[in-house]
T-cell receptor, first 112, second 111 residues
Framework: DGGITQSPKYLFRKEGQNVTLSCEQNLNHDAMYWYRQDPGQGLRLIYYSQIVNDFQKGDIAEGYSVSREKKESFPLTVTSAQKNPTAFYLC???????????FGPGTRLTVL | GESVGLHLPTLSVQEGDNSIINCAYSNSASDYFIWYKQESGKGPQFIIDIRSNMDKRQGQRVTVLLNKTVKHLSLQIAATQPGDSAVYFCAETAGYSTLTFGKGTMLLVSP
């Protein structure tokens, strides 16, 4: 059963703590993306990676970090430097040379 | 569910009606466009796409129209069903590997 998985679905953290969101895909896609979604706004790109061991900042990378050690995995760390981390986080992937991105189910992060 | 739809434009239709959702884009260099459907609390789901060398593309119950002159994209859903209720948003790219997303329109279908 191919697809993109994100875990957990809901995540609660105390202010000042770092937290890592998981994203795994078994679609053999080269590119992976992280977006943040806030109510009433379009998706905003945090980081993306087009190949293993390489990634680029998106529009709102401050306070976030990523790694891409394996093709199928692209974890996102929300650090304590992110001023307003409560949001719905979406991971996506696309095949090499393709523009279409396919999304995971999302993780709702709430910082208390 | 998650409040993705707060403050979005809303289209309310009756079951069986045809729905038209619109999207304006600003980058005249954009050459690929996608429509996504997002149900409450879920990730966006690909519906249909279109390249700039086309002005119309049809899928199952859905049609996308592209007017490059006025930089306008629309999604038509035929015989709308309650299961079509969701937020719909467009995305565009000029081929630089990242997509730019619209804010979306909430479609509410009443039985």
């Amino acid at each position: 059963d191919g697809g993109i998985t994100q875990s957990p679905k809901y995540l609660f953290r105390k202010e000042g703590q770092n937290v890592t969101l998981s994203c795994e895909q078994n679609l053999n896609h080269d590119a992976m993306y992280w977006y943040r979604q806030d109510p009433g706004q379009g998706l905003r790109l945090i980081y993306y990676s087009q190949i293993v061991n390489d990634f680029q900042k998106g529009d709102i990378a401050e306070g976030y970090s990523v790694s891409r050690e394996k093709k199928e995995s692209f974890p996102l760390t929300v650090t304590s430097a992110q001023k307003n981390p409560t949001a719905f986080y979406l991971c996506a992937s696309s095949a090499q040379g393709e523009d279409t991105q396919y999304f995971g189910p999302g993780t709702r992060l709430t910082v208390l | 569910g998650e409040s993705v739809g707060l403050h979005l434009p809303t289209l309310s239709v009756q079951e069986g009606d045809n729905s038209i959702i619109n999207c304006a884009y600003s980058n005249s260099a954009s050459d690929y466009f996608i429509w996504y459907k997002q149900e409450s609390g879920k990730g966006p789901q690909f519906i249909i796409d279109i390249r700039s060398n086309m002005d119309k593309r049809q899928g199952q119950r859905v049609t996308v129209l592209l007017n490059k002159t006025v930089k306008h994209l629309s999604l038509q859903i035929a015989a709308t069903q309650p299961g079509d209720s969701a937020v719909y948003f467009c995305a565009e790219t000029a081929g630089y590997s990242t997509l730019t997303f619209g804010k979306g329109t909430m479609l509410l279908v009443s039985p």
